[in-house]
C-alpha cells in the first residue's frame, strides 16, 4: 500500500499568503483558489478589485488542475487546437490557463486556480503560492 500526502491547513494559508503577495506586488487584483486532490475546494479568496465572475473561474481552474493532474493551459490549448468537442467532457470547467497542479513526490496531492488578469499572469500567481511550500 503506498502512502500518500495531502495538504495541511498550513500549507494552503502558504500558498495563499504567497499567491497573495505575487498578486499585490504586481498590482493584480484576482481570486485565488486552492482545492485538494479531488478538487474540492480548500481555500477562496477574492482581493479587493478581483471581479465577481473570478469567483467562480479560479475554483474551476484549480477544480480542473486537480482532477486532470495537469496544468488546465493544457485543456485550453487541447480547444484552441481545435478539439473543441472537448467541451462536451463532463464536469469539466475552468478550460483557461490558470489552474496549476500542485505535485508532491509525482502525486498530484491538489490545485491552484486563479483568475482575474491575463491567464498566464494568472498561472504566475499559482506557480508562485506553490512554490512557498517548496514544490
Do not use: C
Not at 494552503?12 to 499585490?24: G, M, P, R, Y
Not at 467562480?56 to 480542473?64: M, S
Not at 483557461?96 to 491552484?112: F, M, N, R, S, T
Request: charged share 20%; net charge neutral; no cysteine.
Amino acid at each position: 500500500m503506498k502512502t500518500k500526502s495531502f495538504l495541511e491547513l498550513a500549507d494552503v494559508k502558504a500558498i495563499a499568503a504567497a499567491a497573495e503577495a505575487e498578486a499585490l506586488k504586481n498590482n493584480w487584483a484576482v481570486t485565488i483558489a486552492i482545492a485538494d486532490d479531488a478538487g474540492n475546494l480548500l481555500w477562496l479568496q477574492r482581493l479587493d478589485g478581483a471581479a465577481a465572475l473570478s469567483s467562480h473561474i479560479a475554483p474551476a481552474k484549480a477544480h480542473t488542475a486537480a482532477m486532470g493532474r495537469r496544468e488546465s493551459k493544457v485543456y485550453e490549448d487541447i480547444i484552441n487546437g481545435g478539439r473543441t468537442a472537448f467541451l462536451t467532457a463532463p464536469a469539466v470547467q475552468g478550460l483557461l490557463e490558470g489552474g496549476v497542479p500542485i505535485v508532491k513526490d509525482g502525486q498530484v496531492i491538489g490545485a491552484v486556480g486563479v483568475s482575474g488578469v491575463k491567464s498566464n499572469e494568472d498561472a504566475q500567481i499559482a506557480k508562485a503560492g506553490i512554490a512557498a511550500i517548496g514544490l
